[in-house]
C-alpha cells in the first residue's frame, strides 16, 4: 500500500524531473519552442539593428522583421525536431513529409496570430523607434512582447482545442 506522502516511480522526484515532465506536456513544449525560437531571432536581429543606430524607423522596422523571422522560422522547425525526433525519423532517416505536415499543422493553428502579429508588431516596432526609442529597444518591446501577447491568445484556444478535440471539459 502506497502512502499518501511517498512517491510512486512514476511520479516526478525532484525539481528537474517536474520540469521534464512539465516540458512533455504539448502546449508546454510548443510555447518554448516559441519562446526560445524568438529569442534567438530577436538576439541576432540585436545584432544587425546594433550596427545600424542611425538607421531611418521604416529601414530598422524592416531589417528587425525580416531578420527575426528568417532565424525564427528555422529555430523553430528545429526545436520541433528535437522535441519529437523519434516521430520524424525511422531506421535513422529523416520522415520529412510527416515533419512537413506537422509544422503545417502548427503554424495553420497559430494562423490568426501569426496574421494579427505580422500587423501589429512591426507598427509597434516602428512608431517606439520613430518616438525616440533606439531600433534595439523597439524590437525587444514589439516583436518581443508580441510574442508573448501571442502565447496568452493563443495557448487558451490550444487546450480549448484539445479538449474539444478529445470530447472532455477543459482540465480534465
Not at 14 to 30: E, F, M, Q, S, T
Not at 90 to 102: M, P, T
Request: net charge positive; glycine share 10%.
Amino acid at each position: 500500500m502506497v502512502r499518501p506522502t511517498e512517491k510512486t516511480d512514476d511520479e516526478p522526484r525532484g525539481v528537474l524531473d517536474r520540469v521534464i515532465a512539465l516540458y512533455r506536456k504539448p502546449i508546454v513544449k510548443l510555447n518554448t519552442d516559441v519562446i526560445a525560437a524568438t529569442a534567438v531571432g530577436l538576439g541576432v536581429a540585436s545584432g544587425v539593428l546594433a550596427r545600424m543606430p542611425d538607421a531611418d524607423p521604416v529601414a530598422a522596422t524592416v531589417v528587425g522583421s525580416v531578420v527575426l523571422t528568417a532565424v525564427y522560422v528555422p529555430m523553430h522547425a528545429a526545436f520541433t525536431y528535437a522535441g519529437h525526433r523519434s516521430r520524424y525519423t525511422a531506421d535513422g532517416r529523416l520522415r520529412g513529409r510527416r515533419f512537413a505536415k506537422d509544422l503545417l499543422k502548427i503554424y495553420a493553428a497559430k494562423l490568426p496570430a501569426i496574421v494579427a502579429y505580422s500587423f501589429l508588431a512591426p507598427t509597434v516596432q516602428y512608431l517606439l523607434d520613430d518616438g525616440g526609442a533606439g531600433p534595439v529597444e523597439a524590437l525587444w518591446i514589439a516583436q518581443g512582447g508580441g510574442t508573448l501577447v501571442t502565447r496568452l491568445i493563443h495557448t487558451p484556444a490550444f487546450v480549448g482545442l484539445e479538449a474539444l478535440l478529445r470530447g472532455t471539459k477543459v482540465g480534465e
